[in-house]
């Protein structure tokens, strides 16, 4: 008997003492590549710090952080609440045919930001309306994976109720036909690889099916996939919704589309910071584990784009990561397309009008549930109400 | 610092046993003292102050009142207990209530006083009610006065139960604090039910208080009646499993440092009566406030009426204690309108129900009682209500309680069982019988598979995966 209380006492203190002990002497890792992120270090001792209490919540993100066997507990954890029958776990519902799909409910929104980017970005979208006439701007709204891969949600499962969001801003709109949902459009081609599986944003190829709802709704013909000649650039992209779960799952494929028309590229990221003569950037995705980032390299405040297309117009976009892989459909439509990304745009908006004065139409692109999590639409514009 | 977390399992806890044990009987006091300030002043570095603050007036107290009752004069001796019921209730009201009142006055009178906004600093419910029950204690002759100002300290800064209980009346761990004797047996069951304690809090509480924080966060309109008794469900089995892990940790830290605290909870849910409840529910409490409120008020041998009114006062503090808002005063109020019911019909009226009739019924008036109890804002908990009880016009179930159910079944199902005792039966008395060595490899196992399984859960919670896309 006595053994046995020796035995429980050894285990315990066994396992907490040599966990610890482990955690402390093991050399610090600085980046996780499942998580993609620079982990926290071993804060510096600051007595300052210490009564403000900055101290101890990094000293605890730094042992949460660097806490041994830590994506093997993860997967553990995972697999357990998996086991238990959870149909989504870490936000991410797991489902058919290896797709994993964004989760998302009202506790991911605050509905006093949601509020106030619908009423901010209707009153730009008026004042564009006014400015340019309605058949100028284009507000276009891509639905979460969740609401249009219906059949690869796990039975019961739905995805966020977008509608009552595309509803309200389309009531503040002064001429509503501008707000483009393509949530149907999308739908009728879901057996086709229009998203990730791995990943929330769009295949280029569910941005050419966004694009011929585009050219429907503003009355051009749109070209025929046929026209675009396909070049996959990786077999093995594993995408931000993957990160949170590590299943195993199939990795993506990522493919381009090149115009079997060339056009004469150029591209000036942030006033000559970067210049490319391609709307693709394979450089950026040899080291880098984010593939999407082909699309225009990534997100950055303001890509200028020059097209030599011809068509003497010239596109203000407002716009967040799903733009990025429709801009390429777009291209031949428009002289130059300006696009702007709110979240990274520090200067003023009033300018940016100054700076480019022949601006004929304006589009705002967003993936909904991106767009009403977004704490920059509301205070951009916000700001540059106040300026006007 | 919270039980619940890497920092404490893994540097604070394997330190405090290290250098506890290493330490020779007389300065264990002296250590555990200086500990269980660390262990609050890490989230609250300024606050720590309050807590030296109580320590202080209630050691002063003590001595006084032992002073003047050795002399004979009760009447100072009653003045002195007053100053400390005054001082610490002055600090629970100012830094709990403040607003509270303020909000009150501006409401009632054309005054406009600013807020004060002071964030409540943790375990002060508990531990002004710790100190006070002391020098209450020892005025009545129910404890000795404690001269030894390290041990007092360590009595009121204890960290295994300062944060959230169990209220440890002084008289209960007055000997322990003098002389206690580590041992064993009393370690080895800490580090079960320490153990026990981290999962009901980590794998259970944690898990279903997702569901329920969703379910509450929902837009009113797209509530249906089946997720609004779902979100109910969700909150009645966290709190529990929330409450009591936290009490049981406490308890098991105590054992493993040579204290005896007493149970906090008896498997509340199994009630058969709302008075019962009440008896199973918090116990430590419940216990306060009979000694300390309802007793001296003169409890029921003063008439009907009067026994009434004095279990209003008791279930209005009893509320308040919860929280500074109107929904904790009517949750109270709630409860001791359901007791004297209870008390003054059902004890008269003599037909037998069977058990789990009475059981249902508990839990329906437990049930909607939580309801009450985890919206603060009114009129979003009179919403809520109302869909509970179909009276807002949303559907009676939809698609989103039906995938809550499917998704969150297994994890309902071992909660559910969890919070009855035929686990404890089971496991406890039939496959595991107390003393047999068969009891002792299968508690070492289960301890470090849950520990195991708790660790992952945390470390998963804190796991965070960078969204590229912001960036």
């Known amino acids: 008997m006595r053994f046995g209380k020796i035995l429980m006492i050894i285990t315990f203190c066994g396992a907490i003492g ?39 919540k990094d000293y605890e993100a730094y042992i949460n952080d660097q806490f041994f066997l830590r994506d093997t507990l993860v997967d553990f954890s995972v697999g ?29 929104f605050k509905q006093e930001l949601m509020e106030d980017n619908s009423y901010f970005l209707s009153v730009f979208l008026n004042r564009m309306i006014e400015n340019y006439g309605s058949g100028h701007v284009v507000c276009m709204m891509v639905p979460g994976k969740a609401n249009v891969l219906t059949e690869k949600l796990p039975s019961l499962a739905e995805g966020y109720h977008e509608d009552t969001v595309v509803s309200a801003l389309r009531d503040l709109l002064s001429a509503p036909e501008i707000l483009l949902d393509v949530t149907e459009q999308l739908k009728s081609h879901q057996e086709e690889y229009i998203y990730y599986r791995t990943d929330h944003h769009w295949t280029g190829l569910g941005a050419y099916y966004g694009y011929r709802a585009w050219a429907e709704h503003t009355g051009r013909t749109a070209r025929d996939m046929e026209y675009y000649q396909q070049e996959t650039v990786s077999e093995d992209f594993y995408g931000t919704t993957y990160n949170k779960v590590h299943l195993d799952v199939l990795p993506d494929s990522v493919t381009i589309y090149h115009p079997s028309e060339a056009l004469d590229i150029s591209v000036n990221k942030n006033d000559g910071e970067t210049i490319s003569d391609s709307l693709y950037f394979p450089e950026e995705i040899k080291e880098e584990s984010d593939k999407y980032r082909i699309f225009l390299g990534g997100n950055t405040a303001k890509i200028d784009i020059k097209t030599g297309a011809g068509t003497g117009r010239t596109l203000l976009l407002f716009k967040d990561s799903f733009a990025n892989s429709f801009v390429p459909f777009l291209a031949a439509d428009y002289d130059r397309i300006i696009m702007v990304d709110l979240r990274y745009y520090s200067d003023s908006l009033s300018g940016l009008f100054l700076q480019y004065p022949d601006i004929t139409d304006v589009m705002v692109l967003y993936n909904v549930e991106k767009f009403i999590e977004d704490d920059a639409v509301a205070s951009v514009l916000d700001a540059w109400l106040e300026e006007e | 610092m919270v039980f619940s977390s890497l920092l404490f399992l893994f540097r604070f806890l394997p330190l405090v046993l290290l250098v506890y044990f290493l330490a020779p009987g007389r300065v264990r006091n002296f250590i555990l003292f200086i500990f269980s300030l660390i262990f609050y002043a890490w989230g609250e570095p ?32 009653k003045w002195a207990v007053a100053g400390s019921v005054i001082m610490n209730l002055g600090l629970l009201g100012f830094f709990k209530y403040g607003d509270f009142l303020i909000n009150i006055v501006n409401a009632v009178t ?74 064993l047996n009393d370690f080895s069951k800490g580090i079960l039910k320490f153990i026990v304690g981290l999962g009901k809090k980590v794998l259970i509480a944690n898990q279903v208080g997702m569901v329920f924080s969703e379910i509450a966060a929902m837009q009113t309109d797209y509530l249906s009646t089946a997720s609004a008794w779902l979100g109910v469900a969700a909150f009645t089995l966290q709190i529990y499993f929330d409450f009591s892990g936290y009490s ?23 009630s058969k009566s709302i008075t019962e409840f009440w008896r199973r529910w918090h116990i430590s409490l419940g216990t306060w406030f009979r000694e300390y409120v309802y007793i001296p008020l003169g409890g029921n041998k003063k008439g009907t009426g009067r026994q009434i009114l004095n279990l209003a006062v008791v279930w209005l503090l009893t ?27 059902l004890g008269k009226c003599r037909i037998k129900l069977p058990g789990f009739v009475k059981r249902l019924y508990t839990l329906f008036f437990v049930m909607v009682g939580w309801a009450l109890f985890s919206i603060p804002d009114m009129a979003d908990g009179t919403g809520y209500l109302k869909t509970m009880f179909g009276l807002s016009g949303n559907g009676l179930a939809d698609r989103y309680a039906g995938y809550i159910v499917s998704s969150n079944w297994a994890v309902f199902l071992i909660a559910l069982a969890g919070s009855t005792s035929l686990m404890a039966k089971l496991c406890g008395q039939k496959l595991f019988p107390e003393n047999t060595a068969r009891r002792d490899v299968a508690a070492s196992v289960f301890s470090l598979g849950v520990l195991a399984v708790s660790v992952a859960f945390l470390v998963n919670a804190a796991y965070n995966p960078f969204l590229y896309f912001r960036f």
């Open chain 2, 319 to 345: 509320g308040l204690w919860h929280g500074a808002s109107w929904n904790f005063v009517i949750w109270g109020l709630y409860y001791g309108i359901l007791l004297v019911l209870e008390k003054s019909l």
């Open chain 2, 110 to 183: 054309p005054l406009d006083i600013g807020l004060m906004e002071l964030a409540l600093p943790i375990g002060i419910s508990f531990y002004t009610f710790q100190t006070m029950s002391y020098t209450i204690d020892v005025y009545r002759g129910e404890a000795k006065v404690q001269k030894n100002f390290i041990a007092f300290g360590a009595y009121v800064a204890m960290f295994p139960q300062l944060i959230a209980g169990p209220i440890v009346r002084y008289q209960t761990i007055a000997e322990e604090l003098n002389a206690r004797k580590e041992n």
């Open chain 1, 80 to 108: 357990i609440q998996r086991g238990l029958g959870r149909r989504d776990v870490n936000g991410v519902y797991i489902g058919k045919d290896d797709y994993l799909l964004e989760r998302y409910t009202d506790e991911d």
């Open chain 2, 46 to 77: 300024y606050y720590v102050v309050l807590i030296l603050l109580s320590t202080v007036i209630d050691y002063t107290a003590g001595r006084l009142v032992d002073k003047f009752l050795s002399q004979e004069n009760r009447k100072k001796a």
């Open chain 1, 18 to 56: 040599i966990s610890a002990l482990v955690s402390v002497l093991k050399p610090e890792t600085e980046f996780s590549e499942k998580e993609n992120r620079y982990l926290e270090t071993m804060p510096e001792l600051d007595v300052s710090d210490i009564l403000a209490g900055d101290f101890q």
């Open chain 2, 248 to 270: 049981d940790m406490a308890i098991g830290l105590g054992l493993m440092l040579g204290f005896h605290f007493p149970e906090n909870f008896n498997y509340p849910y199994e």
